[in-house]
Protein backbone atom coordinates (compact mmCIF):
# COMPACT_ATOMS: atom_id res chain seq x y z
CA UNK A 1 0.00 0.00 0.00
CA UNK A 2 2.87 2.57 0.66
CA UNK A 3 4.55 1.69 -2.55
CA UNK A 4 1.08 2.20 -4.50
CA UNK A 5 1.08 5.80 -2.76
CA UNK A 6 4.79 6.45 -3.90
CA UNK A 7 3.94 5.92 -7.56
CA UNK A 8 1.21 8.15 -7.48
CA UNK A 9 3.21 10.94 -5.74
CA UNK A 10 6.00 10.32 -8.34
CA UNK A 11 3.46 10.46 -11.15
CA UNK A 12 1.58 14.26 -9.74
CA UNK A 13 5.49 16.19 -9.20
CA UNK A 14 6.09 14.62 -12.78
CA UNK A 15 2.86 16.22 -14.41
CA UNK A 16 3.34 19.53 -12.29
CA UNK A 17 6.64 20.34 -13.23
CA UNK A 18 4.93 21.58 -17.11
CA UNK A 19 2.13 23.81 -16.98
CA UNK A 20 -0.53 23.67 -20.42
CA UNK A 21 2.38 25.62 -22.63
CA UNK A 22 5.16 22.95 -21.61
CA UNK A 23 7.61 25.43 -19.89
CA UNK A 24 9.75 24.47 -16.78
CA UNK A 25 7.71 26.27 -14.21
CA UNK A 26 9.84 24.52 -11.28
CA UNK A 27 13.50 23.60 -13.06
CA UNK A 28 12.45 19.66 -13.17
CA UNK A 29 16.13 18.78 -15.00
CA UNK A 30 14.90 21.30 -18.13
CA UNK A 31 18.03 22.94 -19.84
CA UNK A 32 17.60 26.46 -19.56
CA UNK A 33 20.66 27.01 -21.83
CA UNK A 34 18.94 25.52 -24.80
CA UNK A 35 15.90 28.08 -23.88
CA UNK A 36 18.34 31.20 -23.87
CA UNK A 37 19.27 30.14 -27.20
CA UNK A 38 15.73 29.72 -28.62
CA UNK A 39 15.48 33.15 -27.57
CA UNK A 40 18.11 35.07 -28.86
CA UNK A 41 17.28 33.33 -32.29
CA UNK A 42 13.91 35.36 -32.12
CA UNK A 43 14.51 38.76 -31.35
CA UNK A 44 13.94 42.07 -32.91
CA UNK A 45 14.31 41.77 -36.65
CA UNK A 46 15.42 45.67 -37.01
CA UNK A 47 18.95 44.50 -36.00
CA UNK A 48 18.84 42.04 -38.85
CA UNK A 49 17.80 44.28 -41.10
CA UNK A 50 20.68 46.94 -40.30
CA UNK A 51 22.75 43.80 -41.48
CA UNK A 52 21.03 43.19 -44.79
CA UNK A 53 21.47 47.17 -45.52
CA UNK A 54 24.55 46.97 -44.68
CA UNK A 55 25.41 44.13 -46.95
CA UNK A 56 23.39 45.63 -49.65
CA UNK A 57 25.45 48.49 -49.61
CA UNK A 58 29.00 46.64 -49.78
CA UNK A 59 27.58 44.76 -52.88
CA UNK A 60 26.84 48.20 -54.52
CA UNK A 61 30.21 49.19 -54.27
CA UNK A 62 31.59 45.30 -54.44
CA UNK A 63 29.96 44.67 -57.92
CA UNK A 64 29.15 48.88 -58.94
CA UNK A 65 25.59 47.73 -59.44
CA UNK A 66 23.85 51.10 -61.55
CA UNK A 67 20.34 52.06 -62.13
CA UNK A 68 19.70 51.61 -66.39
CA UNK A 69 18.69 55.29 -67.27
CA UNK A 70 18.45 56.78 -70.65
CA UNK A 71 21.80 58.05 -72.20
CA UNK A 72 22.98 60.57 -74.76
CA UNK A 73 24.55 58.99 -77.52
CA UNK A 74 26.14 60.02 -80.94
CA UNK A 75 27.40 57.99 -83.28
CA UNK A 76 31.11 56.97 -82.68
CA UNK A 77 34.07 56.88 -85.44
CA UNK A 78 36.90 54.64 -84.63
CA UNK A 79 39.80 55.15 -85.46
CA UNK A 80 43.80 55.05 -84.90
CA UNK A 81 46.16 57.71 -83.69
CA UNK A 82 48.96 59.26 -82.18
CA UNK A 83 50.01 61.46 -78.76
CA UNK A 84 51.78 64.30 -80.11
CA UNK A 85 53.34 67.25 -78.24
CA UNK A 86 51.37 70.62 -78.71
CA UNK A 87 53.04 73.07 -81.42
CA UNK A 88 55.58 75.90 -78.71
CA UNK A 89 55.88 73.22 -75.80
CA UNK A 90 59.33 72.00 -77.25
CA UNK A 91 62.12 73.96 -77.69
CA UNK A 92 65.12 73.02 -79.28
CA UNK A 93 68.67 74.13 -78.00
CA UNK A 94 71.25 75.03 -80.78
CA UNK A 95 75.15 75.58 -80.26
CA UNK A 96 75.58 79.61 -80.18
CA UNK A 97 79.42 78.87 -81.03
CA UNK A 98 81.07 76.39 -82.87
CA UNK A 99 83.07 74.30 -80.39
CA UNK A 100 83.52 70.50 -78.61
CA UNK A 101 80.57 69.03 -76.67
CA UNK A 102 80.95 68.61 -72.96
CA UNK A 103 78.13 67.66 -71.11
CA UNK A 104 77.91 69.86 -67.56
CA UNK A 105 76.09 66.43 -65.70
CA UNK A 106 77.49 62.91 -65.98
CA UNK A 107 73.42 62.14 -65.56
CA UNK A 108 72.31 63.85 -68.90
CA UNK A 109 70.49 61.90 -70.41
CA UNK A 110 66.93 61.80 -72.06
CA UNK A 111 63.55 61.87 -69.39
CA UNK A 112 65.79 64.25 -66.62
CA UNK A 113 63.37 67.15 -65.56
CA UNK A 114 65.32 70.59 -66.02
CA UNK A 115 64.84 73.99 -65.15
CA UNK A 116 64.85 76.94 -66.69
CA UNK A 117 68.58 78.77 -67.23
CA UNK A 118 70.15 74.90 -66.00
CA UNK A 119 73.38 74.80 -67.60
CA UNK A 120 73.27 71.85 -70.31
CA UNK A 121 76.51 71.67 -72.07
CA UNK A 122 79.85 73.50 -72.16
CA UNK A 123 81.16 74.40 -75.80
CA UNK A 124 85.15 74.33 -75.02
CA UNK A 125 87.55 74.85 -78.20
CA UNK A 126 90.24 72.62 -76.43
CA UNK A 127 93.73 73.00 -78.99
CA UNK A 128 91.52 74.00 -81.56
CA UNK A 129 93.14 76.18 -84.09
CA UNK A 130 90.47 76.89 -85.79
CA UNK A 131 86.76 78.41 -83.96
CA UNK A 132 88.83 78.79 -81.00
CA UNK A 133 86.31 80.18 -78.32
CA UNK A 134 88.94 81.26 -76.02
CA UNK A 135 90.60 83.32 -78.84
CA UNK A 136 87.45 84.47 -80.00
CA UNK A 137 86.35 85.87 -76.24
CA UNK A 138 89.79 87.77 -76.23
CA UNK A 139 89.39 89.33 -79.88
CA UNK A 140 85.84 90.44 -78.98
CA UNK A 141 87.37 91.61 -75.43
CA UNK A 142 89.63 93.58 -77.46
CA UNK A 143 87.75 95.17 -80.06
CA UNK A 144 84.97 96.75 -77.73
CA UNK A 145 87.30 98.01 -75.48
CA UNK A 146 88.96 99.15 -78.71
CA UNK A 147 85.90 100.56 -79.89
CA UNK A 148 84.89 101.96 -76.49
CA UNK A 149 88.23 104.37 -76.51
CA UNK A 150 87.74 105.23 -79.73
CA UNK A 151 84.27 106.64 -79.13
CA UNK A 152 85.39 108.72 -76.04
CA UNK A 153 87.89 110.06 -77.89
CA UNK A 154 85.96 111.19 -81.02
CA UNK A 155 83.16 112.17 -78.23
CA UNK A 156 86.14 114.92 -76.92
CA UNK A 157 86.79 116.41 -80.06
CA UNK A 158 83.37 116.68 -81.10
CA UNK A 159 82.93 118.44 -77.96
CA UNK A 160 86.14 120.80 -79.05
CA UNK A 161 84.69 121.19 -82.90
CA UNK A 162 88.11 119.90 -83.99
CA UNK A 163 85.97 116.90 -85.77
CA UNK A 164 82.77 116.01 -88.11
CA UNK A 165 79.80 115.01 -86.68
CA UNK A 166 79.64 112.29 -89.39
CA UNK A 167 83.41 110.63 -87.50
CA UNK A 168 81.79 110.89 -84.29
CA UNK A 169 78.48 109.07 -85.32
CA UNK A 170 80.62 106.40 -87.22
CA UNK A 171 82.81 105.50 -84.04
CA UNK A 172 79.95 105.67 -81.90
CA UNK A 173 78.38 103.23 -84.14
CA UNK A 174 81.54 100.99 -84.41
CA UNK A 175 81.16 100.66 -80.00
CA UNK A 176 77.97 99.75 -80.12
CA UNK A 177 78.00 96.55 -82.92
CA UNK A 178 81.53 96.08 -80.92
CA UNK A 179 80.38 96.21 -77.70
CA UNK A 180 76.69 94.26 -78.35
CA UNK A 181 79.37 91.40 -80.53
CA UNK A 182 81.19 91.01 -76.95
CA UNK A 183 78.17 91.07 -74.80
CA UNK A 184 76.72 88.42 -76.82
CA UNK A 185 80.12 86.22 -76.19
CA UNK A 186 80.52 87.23 -72.53
CA UNK A 187 76.94 86.17 -71.30
CA UNK A 188 77.47 82.50 -71.43
CA UNK A 189 81.42 82.38 -71.42
CA UNK A 190 83.73 81.15 -68.13
CA UNK A 191 87.34 80.12 -68.29
CA UNK A 192 87.00 77.19 -70.64
CA UNK A 193 83.97 77.06 -72.76
CA UNK A 194 80.78 78.64 -73.21
CA UNK A 195 77.81 77.66 -71.28
CA UNK A 196 74.38 76.42 -73.03
CA UNK A 197 71.61 76.90 -71.23
CA UNK A 198 68.51 75.78 -70.62
CA UNK A 199 65.54 78.09 -71.83
CA UNK A 200 62.60 76.57 -70.16
CA UNK A 201 61.81 74.18 -67.51
CA UNK A 202 60.87 70.47 -68.53
CA UNK A 203 62.36 67.54 -68.96
CA UNK A 204 65.18 66.99 -71.74
CA UNK A 205 63.04 64.77 -75.05
CA UNK A 206 65.90 64.16 -77.16
CA UNK A 207 70.21 65.00 -76.92
CA UNK A 208 71.17 65.33 -81.06
CA UNK A 209 74.88 65.30 -79.66
CA UNK A 210 77.44 63.03 -77.98
CA UNK A 211 80.39 64.20 -75.52
CA UNK A 212 83.30 65.48 -77.22
CA UNK A 213 81.73 65.85 -80.62
CA UNK A 214 82.37 69.06 -82.55
CA UNK A 215 79.40 71.17 -83.53
CA UNK A 216 78.82 74.20 -85.79
CA UNK A 217 77.27 77.82 -84.91
CA UNK A 218 73.58 76.83 -85.09
CA UNK A 219 73.35 73.07 -84.83
CA UNK A 220 70.65 71.58 -82.71
CA UNK A 221 72.31 70.09 -78.92
CA UNK A 222 69.20 69.45 -77.36
CA UNK A 223 65.32 69.57 -77.50
CA UNK A 224 63.44 70.36 -74.45
CA UNK A 225 59.44 69.75 -73.40
CA UNK A 226 57.55 71.31 -71.32
CA UNK A 227 54.74 68.45 -72.01
CA UNK A 228 51.94 71.07 -70.54
CA UNK A 229 49.84 70.69 -73.60
CA UNK A 230 49.58 67.52 -76.21
CA UNK A 231 47.88 67.40 -79.29
CA UNK A 232 45.80 63.56 -79.79
CA UNK A 233 46.08 63.28 -83.55
CA UNK A 234 43.33 60.97 -84.88
CA UNK A 235 43.31 59.47 -88.52
CA UNK A 236 39.44 59.74 -89.92
CA UNK A 237 38.51 57.17 -92.93
CA UNK A 238 37.23 58.85 -95.63
CA UNK A 239 33.91 57.17 -95.63
CA UNK A 240 33.66 59.44 -92.37
CA UNK A 241 34.85 62.48 -93.68
CA UNK A 242 30.90 63.60 -94.08
CA UNK A 243 30.85 63.17 -90.02
CA UNK A 244 33.79 65.71 -89.42
CA UNK A 245 31.88 68.63 -88.72
CA UNK A 246 29.16 66.85 -86.03
CA UNK A 247 32.43 65.66 -83.76
CA UNK A 248 32.61 67.02 -80.71
CA UNK A 249 35.19 65.20 -78.49
CA UNK A 250 37.05 61.91 -78.21
CA UNK A 251 37.98 58.84 -76.06
CA UNK A 252 41.30 57.50 -76.48
CA UNK A 253 43.00 53.89 -75.00
CA UNK A 254 47.21 54.27 -74.40
CA UNK A 255 48.46 50.45 -74.98
CA UNK A 256 51.12 50.86 -72.15
CA UNK A 257 48.66 50.72 -68.99
CA UNK A 258 45.15 49.95 -71.02
CA UNK A 259 43.48 53.43 -69.51
CA UNK A 260 40.85 55.30 -71.47
CA UNK A 261 41.31 58.93 -71.15
CA UNK A 262 38.60 61.87 -72.41
CA UNK A 263 39.44 64.71 -74.04
CA UNK A 264 36.77 67.07 -72.20
CA UNK A 265 38.40 65.35 -68.97
CA UNK A 266 41.70 66.62 -70.12
CA UNK A 267 40.48 70.68 -70.67
CA UNK A 268 40.81 69.47 -74.26
CA UNK A 269 39.37 70.92 -77.30
CA UNK A 270 39.24 70.27 -81.15
CA UNK A 271 41.67 72.30 -82.61
CA UNK A 272 41.52 71.25 -86.64
CA UNK A 273 41.40 69.04 -89.19
CA UNK A 274 42.78 68.30 -92.41
CA UNK A 275 41.72 69.40 -95.98
CA UNK A 276 43.25 67.02 -97.49
CA UNK A 277 44.25 63.41 -97.08
CA UNK A 278 47.58 62.65 -95.42
CA UNK A 279 50.62 61.98 -97.47
CA UNK A 280 50.62 58.57 -98.52
CA UNK A 281 47.75 57.27 -96.73
CA UNK A 282 43.45 57.61 -97.46
CA UNK A 283 42.60 59.18 -94.69
CA UNK A 284 42.02 62.74 -92.80
CA UNK A 285 44.07 64.19 -89.45
CA UNK A 286 41.83 65.75 -86.78
CA UNK A 287 43.60 67.35 -84.20
CA UNK A 288 42.63 67.86 -80.48
CA UNK A 289 44.52 69.50 -77.85
CA UNK A 290 44.75 68.80 -74.89
CA UNK A 291 46.33 68.79 -70.64
CA UNK A 292 49.00 66.11 -69.91
CA UNK A 293 47.42 65.81 -66.16
CA UNK A 294 48.63 61.89 -66.20
CA UNK A 295 51.84 61.59 -67.56
CA UNK A 296 50.90 60.71 -71.33
CA UNK A 297 53.86 60.11 -73.87
CA UNK A 298 54.24 61.88 -76.59
CA UNK A 299 54.61 59.16 -79.38
CA UNK A 300 52.43 56.29 -78.55
CA UNK A 301 50.23 55.29 -80.71
CA UNK A 302 46.73 55.25 -79.59
CA UNK A 303 43.48 53.67 -79.93
CA UNK A 304 40.91 56.84 -80.68
CA UNK A 305 36.76 57.05 -80.30
CA UNK A 306 35.65 59.75 -82.33
CA UNK A 307 32.75 60.94 -80.60
CA UNK A 308 30.02 62.84 -82.51
CA UNK A 309 27.01 64.88 -81.51
CA UNK A 310 24.70 63.04 -79.40
CA UNK A 311 21.09 62.92 -81.34
CA UNK A 312 19.73 60.14 -79.17
CA UNK A 313 19.02 59.02 -75.67
CA UNK A 314 20.03 55.34 -75.30
CA UNK A 315 21.01 52.95 -73.44
CA UNK A 316 24.59 53.02 -72.67
CA UNK A 317 26.38 50.99 -69.79
CA UNK A 318 29.91 51.02 -69.34
CA UNK A 319 31.99 48.07 -70.86
CA UNK A 320 33.27 46.89 -67.88
CA UNK A 321 29.70 45.18 -67.36
CA UNK A 322 30.05 43.38 -70.42
CA UNK A 323 31.16 39.48 -70.75
CA UNK A 324 31.63 37.58 -74.15
CA UNK A 325 30.84 33.98 -74.64
CA UNK A 326 31.14 32.32 -77.48
CA UNK A 327 30.55 35.85 -79.86
CA UNK A 328 27.73 37.15 -77.99
CA UNK A 329 27.66 39.51 -75.38
CA UNK A 330 25.53 39.33 -71.77
CA UNK A 331 25.66 41.08 -68.49
CA UNK A 332 24.47 40.29 -64.87
CA UNK A 333 20.94 41.76 -63.86
CA UNK A 334 20.38 42.06 -60.49
CA UNK A 335 16.91 40.87 -59.73
CA UNK A 336 13.96 39.32 -57.25
CA UNK A 337 15.60 36.13 -57.22
CA UNK A 338 19.35 37.20 -57.13
CA UNK A 339 21.94 36.99 -60.09
CA UNK A 340 20.48 36.94 -63.96
CA UNK A 341 22.74 36.24 -66.55
CA UNK A 342 20.80 38.52 -69.38
CA UNK A 343 22.44 38.39 -73.44
CA UNK A 344 22.52 41.80 -74.73
CA UNK A 345 22.70 43.30 -77.92
CA UNK A 346 25.18 46.19 -78.72
CA UNK A 347 25.64 48.88 -81.29
CA UNK A 348 28.55 50.84 -80.47
CA UNK A 349 30.82 51.74 -78.03
CA UNK A 350 33.00 55.21 -77.59
CA UNK A 351 35.32 53.56 -75.60
CA UNK A 352 33.97 53.76 -71.83
CA UNK A 353 30.78 53.40 -72.72
CA UNK A 354 28.67 50.64 -75.02
CA UNK A 355 25.11 50.94 -76.33
CA UNK A 356 22.58 48.36 -75.74
CA UNK A 357 20.00 48.24 -78.54
CA UNK A 358 17.94 44.88 -76.81
CA UNK A 359 18.10 43.02 -74.09
CA UNK A 360 17.54 45.49 -71.54
CA UNK A 361 15.27 48.20 -70.02
CA UNK A 362 15.45 51.44 -67.73
CA UNK A 363 15.08 50.65 -64.09
CA UNK A 364 17.00 47.43 -63.94
CA UNK A 365 20.18 47.05 -62.14
CA UNK A 366 23.28 45.29 -63.92
CA UNK A 367 26.69 44.66 -61.98
CA UNK A 368 29.66 47.07 -63.40
CA UNK A 369 32.48 45.15 -61.61
CA UNK A 370 33.81 42.27 -60.86
CA UNK A 371 31.39 40.56 -62.99
CA UNK A 372 33.62 37.40 -64.01
CA UNK A 373 33.78 37.39 -60.22
CA UNK A 374 29.92 36.22 -60.15
CA UNK A 375 30.14 34.25 -63.10
CA UNK A 376 32.71 31.85 -61.26
CA UNK A 377 30.40 31.33 -58.36
CA UNK A 378 27.48 31.38 -60.37
CA UNK A 379 29.53 28.39 -62.17
CA UNK A 380 30.02 26.65 -59.03
CA UNK A 381 26.49 26.81 -57.68
CA UNK A 382 27.35 28.88 -55.13
CA UNK A 383 25.61 32.54 -54.01
CA UNK A 384 28.06 35.78 -55.11
CA UNK A 385 30.02 36.78 -51.37
CA UNK A 386 27.81 39.46 -50.61
CA UNK A 387 24.90 38.62 -53.13
CA UNK A 388 21.60 40.31 -53.19
CA UNK A 389 18.65 37.74 -52.44
CA UNK A 390 15.63 39.40 -51.78
Known amino acids: MRYFALLIAVAFLAVSCQNEQGHDL ?101 GLVHDNLEVGYLEAKAQSDKAKTDFE ?49 GFVKAIHVTEGEFVQTGQ ?45 ELNGKLVSWGKSTIKGSFYIPIFFEVDNKDGLIPGT ?14 IAIPNSALLEEFG ?17 KIDGTDGKLVRIVDGLKVGEHIATKNVSRIKLTLMSGQLPEHAHVH
Open 26 to 126: LGCGHDHSKDDKHSHAHTSTEPNATIDDGEHEHEHELYGIIHIQYTPFGEVIKSGGEIMPARGDEQVVVANHGGLVSFASNGMQEGIAVKTNQQLITLSSG
Open 301 to 314: FIEVYLKTTATAES
Open 153 to 201: RAAKLMADTIIAESEFLDAKLTFERKRLAFDNIRRNYESGGQKVLSPVG
Open 328 to 344: SHYVFVDNEAGWEKRYV
Open 220 to 264: PLVTISQNKRLVIKADVPQDAIPKLGSIRAANFVTPYDGNIYSTP
